[in-house]
């Protein structure tokens, strides 16, 4: 049995909420290990459309077990609104999720500071969720977790100590009136009735399934781009989504890891501010936008669309050791008669070695693309590899040998059966 992770290989929301739910009808376990309720993880199933922000898309098949691990971080309110959410389709959530006792608990001081610090100079572009400040004060060691929703008393001074020192903050620096502390405290203290039974010491527990061998599926959110050390920092999130953010989000060690899944668009989007060579901002960004119906899961925003970048692409894949993918999103480009793939970038003539992750490097580059003729026809009820038109193989083929990844699932439209596997 085996343990695998899947990562977003580009800026987030390549599928992974999809491509999770048609593996996990082989796990029995799915883990959510970093990130918090900024991802969108869409999952649609026959004329049924689920969008997941904290809980592993694994919850929608009943035989699978679900795991909030240590490195995500909770917004207890988000989770009670998610969990009464699924529950309303019929879905059954008591004892198929399990929370880590160690994961950090986001606090509506973390979301007051991100969007204040939005409104500042340096406009990451946000999710608003509590991100960023809620990992800021996880590192800073001054952060509260879901354990300490057990112990009232123990919470209530954390909670204060905290917060006298945020509403300085806000006072001082933001010229913000700041929080009633009373009301927050009584607010938190109120939680663990309802979040008690779904607390467990997740790393154990994980460990112990795998012992059992039974298999677990490791769900990444957002992506490789977007990882504080090896993204666009500072456009990035405040997490690891990369692979190696699998291990310390999960309490899973490496050696129980057995395979890593890179899940690559067949374009490139991103949402929010930074960096993004291929960007298109003319009529085929816009195309790509309507065609694809690029606008954000969490926040409806409008994603900025480009082609696909095989050397961004390449570089996610070494940080990640992937070496096969899903490719998601394939349909979308059946329109187009021409379709562009960055093979380089060139700075000041030359071409680049490597990936630079820094912003003054990165906004001056010239993508250097290879041209490939577009396929003309409708792919989405293509039902196998064998069964697409030559020239969308030669479109898969191309990204492949590009980036040293092979396709393993491909998908050609939102739904469960618009997939399949590719026989290698
Ligand atoms: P995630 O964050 O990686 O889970 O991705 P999102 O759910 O944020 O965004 C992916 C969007 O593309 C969702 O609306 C999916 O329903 C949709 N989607 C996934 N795979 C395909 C596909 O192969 N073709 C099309 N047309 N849409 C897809
Ligand atoms: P999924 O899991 C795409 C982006 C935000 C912003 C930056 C920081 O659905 O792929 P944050 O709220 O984390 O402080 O925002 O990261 N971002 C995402 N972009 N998909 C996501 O998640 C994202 N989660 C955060 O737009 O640019
Ligand atoms: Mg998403």
Sequence with gaps: MSVTVLVGSQWGDEGKGKIVDILSEN?????????????????????????LHLIPSGILRNNVVCVIGNGVVIDPVALLDEIKLIESHGINVKGRLFISHNAHLI???????????????????????????????????????IVDLLDKEAL???????????????????DHEGLDIA?????????????????TDTAAYLNCVIDDGKSVLLEGAQGALLDVDFGTYP????????????????????????????IVKAYTTRVGNGPFPTELTDET?????????????????????????AFLVKYSN??????????????VLSTFEKIKVCVAYELNGKKMK????????????????????????????????????SKTIEYLNFISEQTQMTPEIISVGPKRKQTFFVKN
């Design 27 to 51: 796990y029995d376990v799915v883990a959510r290990y970093q990130g918090g309720a900024n991802a969108g993880h869409t999952v649609e199933i026959g004329e049924k459309k689920y969008i």
């Design 107 to 145: 606090m509506p001081y973390h979301k007051l500071l991100d969007s204040i610090q939005e409104s500042g100079d340096q406009k990451i572009g946000s999710t608003g969720r509590g991100i960023g400040p809620c990992y800021t004060d996880k590192f800073a060691r001054k952060g509260i977790k």
């Design 318 to 331: 070494m940080i990640n050791g992937v070496k096969s993918v899903a490719i998601t999103k394939l349909d």
């Design 183 to 199: 009301s927050i405290v009584n607010e938190y203290i109120n939680f663990d009735k309802v979040i008690d039974s779904y607390i």
């Design 235 to 262: 456009y990035v999130t405040s997490s690891s989504p990369t692979s190696g953010g699998a291990c310390t989000g999960t309490g899973i060690p490496p050696t129980r890891i057995n395979s890593v899944l890179g």
């Design 354 to 389: 490597s990936f630079p992750t820094d912003l003054d490097r990165l906004y001056k580059v010239k993508p250097v693309y290879e041209t490939l003729d577009g396929w003309n026809e409708k792919i989405d009820d293509s039902k196998s590899y064998e069964e697409l038109p």
């Design 156 to 174: 209530e001074s954390k909670i204060k100590l905290n917060m006298e020192e945020k509403n300085n903050l806000l006072k001082k620096v933001y």
């Design 285 to 309: 960004g816009e195309k790509l936008r309507q065609e694809g119906s690029e606008f954000g899961a969490t926040t409806g925003r409008p994603r900025r669309c480009g082609w696909f970048d």
